[in-house]
């Protein structure tokens, strides 16, 4: 494989469908039909892919001894030594920066939230990760991080129960990921070191106090959204059901063996592709409708 193609693998584009989070507080005001506030929520997507792919490289840097031992990991360029170090470490930090300057052309505040997921995820990379617990909210909180910057790229409210919300779901799909990876790799959890403080059982409890909670919190969301709105549509109200529905799906998926790769599930199972889909369009319906 050639050096361009093993350094954009290893920036991960795949991963970059998380950052779409940036979009939701902006949509969810209804701005994005407006050029200035549209342009400036791509620019922090883009800003976001930049900044998110640099701690991937660092991730990497940092755990490539662990990947070497994982039956997947391994086959990463920097693990598998397709990118060396060296170039890896510079690559990884010249997205870092850009990515801050990048976020830096919206507002200062979005500059901000941008620097705090590298410090964030930097954190994590070096330490936070091996702390059982604390290592489920640090990256649930690097979800959360990408929706507050497309709010504050473009300066909208973002509602107290959508942040709730945001940040319940967020717990849900990182916590999905734990429990898969605690079944695929079963008693050989070398490859991450707070996997062997988990339990089935646990990761089961917590899955379901989040996917409640989640629910609970955009149930609340968007009740509070159709009375701030006046609207009489019930466009709102409806959305619950394919929310609600996609969370149980995405359960299902979990308790199947699958979840390990949560970007992989979304990428290819329709029926959660449709869910999407019909989620976008009622709701889209509430906010430039109703």
């Known amino acids: 494989m050639s050096l361009p193609r093993a350094l954009l693998r290893e920036a991960r584009p795949k991963q970059w469908v998380k950052n779409v989070l940036v979009f939701a507080a902006p949509g969810a005001a209804g701005v994005l039909d407006n050029g200035s506030y549209a342009w400036r929520s791509i620019v922090i997507f883009f800003a976001f892919c930049m900044a998110s792919s640099g701690t991937y490289y660092w991730n990497d840097i940092l755990d490539v001894d662990n990947d070497r031992h994982h039956p997947t ?15 890896a470490r510079i690559v990884g930090s010249l997205l870092l920066v850009g990515g801050v300057a990048l976020a830096a ?22 330490a936070l990760k091996h702390i059982a617990v604390v290592d489920l909210v640090t990256v649930a909180a690097g979800f959360v991080l990408r929706a507050i910057a497309g709010a504050v790229a473009v300066n909208v409210h973002m509602s107290t129960w959508f942040l709730l919300a945001t940040s319940f779901a967020s717990l849900f799909i990182v916590t999905g990921k734990r429990y898969a990876e605690l079944r695929e790799m079963g008693d050989d959890v070398r490859t991450r070191a707070s ?48 929310m609600g529905t996609a969370l149980l799906r995405y359960l299902l998926m979990l308790e199947q063996g699958h979840g390990s790769a949560p970007e992989e599930i979304f990428a290819s199972d329709r029926t959660l592709q449709v869910l999407g889909l019909i989620w976008v369009i009622v709701f889209g319906l509430g906010v430039y409708v109703g």
């Open 105 to 126: 052309t919206t507002r200062w505040q979005a500059c901000v939230v941008v620097t705090g997921y590298i410090v964030l995820t930097t954190a994590y990379s070096t």
């Open 73 to 87: 990991k391994r086959f990463r360029p920097i693990a598998s030594g397709e990118v060396s170090l060296g170039v």
């Open 195 to 242: 996997l062997d403080q988990y339990s089935l059982g646990y990761l089961r409890i917590v899955l379901s106090v989040s996917c409640g909670a989640a629910m609970v919190m955009y149930c609340i969301w968007a009740f509070d959204t159709k009375e701030v709105s006046g609207t009489t549509w019930p466009f709102y109200e409806l959305s619950i059901v394919p």
